[in-house]
């Protein structure tokens, strides 16, 4: 079989089973094709160009790995421009100029390690994004065939590697614009102090026993009959990072103080 920088590691395990140990032997970051499940939701996802910079190697280490198995390198002009492809671009004007808290955060390095396949969890959390914010997904690899499908969707990505193991990968929509800083809702607000200013004014809902996303559903709704001039004091096991973007656009502030591990306490309000 012949094989190049975007040959899948798909590709190269069904060719010839015994790649899964002529890999992994380059080094410790492989190690994880033994493992059926990880093989499974890894190597359909990754090319030799993508396993080489996530393990921090060179694409010549597999050519020399597989090639006593039959592997033979394809005689391209495009592998050098291939290893170049990888850039430390700066990240785009739109992520610079976007505040935190408009930025959904999503970890899949757990669901990895375990062999489970996020990529519906994945596509639940880009259905959070709108033209005002932009999903960080946290993982060990390039999701590469993720960023080919929401391209064609109108995304566009941003791919930051901070180490061999940990990658940021960015997607907001192509018409995303970041609000004047005169619009944008405050969300650091003291806590007790709010809490004293609306005292006799609070409306109190905990949503630490249900399910997502029924915790964002049921704060929405009691966001609705709220009175002016009241506040929603809200009991959550976390920080609801994609509810944020959900009360900026219905004009809220938001004041968050953290009591525990599983504890958060918010206190929703709808600013003048």
Not at 20 to 34: M, P, Y
Not at 220 to 229: K, V, W
Request: with cysteine; charged share 25%; net charge neutral.
């Amino acid at each position: 079989m012949e094989i190049a920088a975007n040959t899948k590691i798909s590709a190269i395990l069904k060719a010839n089973p015994a790649s899964i140990e002529a890999i992994a032997s380059i080094n410790r970051h492989f190690e994880k094709l033994r493992n059926p499940l990880l093989r499974k939701i890894l190597a359909p996802r990754v090319t030799i160009a993508d396993a080489a910079r996530i393990g921090g190697c060179t694409e010549e280490e597999f050519y020399k790995r597989l090639e006593p198995l039959g592997f033979t390198l394809k005689s391209t002009q495009t592998n050098a421009a291939q290893k170049q492809a990888v850039s430390t671009a700066e990240k785009p004007a739109y992520l610079k100029q976007l505040l935190q808290e408009s930025i959904l955060t999503l970890d899949v390095c757990e669901d990895i390690a375990t062999g489970n396949d996020p990529f519906l969890k994945i596509m639940n959390a880009v259905g959070q994004v709108n033209n005002t914010n932009a999903l960080l997904l946290i993982n060990t690899f390039e999701p590469t065939p993720l960023i080919s499908i929401l391209q064609k969707k109108g995304y566009t990505s941003f791919v930051e590697v901070l180490s061999p193991e940990l990658l940021h990968t960015y997607f907001w929509l192509e018409n995303a614009t970041v609000k004047a800083a005169a619009d944008t809702r405050p969300i650091k607000k003291d806590f007790d102090v709010m809490v004293n200013d609306y005292e006799g004014r609070l409306r109190y809902l905990d949503v630490r026993h249900l399910e997502m996303p029924q915790p964002m559903i049921a704060i929405l709704g009691e966001l609705e009959t709220l009175p002016a001039g009241e506040a929603l004091h809200v009991t959550h096991r976390k920080v609801p990072q994609f509810l944020l973007p959900k009360l900026q656009e219905r004009g809220c502030g938001i004041a968050i103080k953290e009591i525990g591990p599983h504890e958060v306490h918010l206190l929703i309000y709808k600013e003048n």
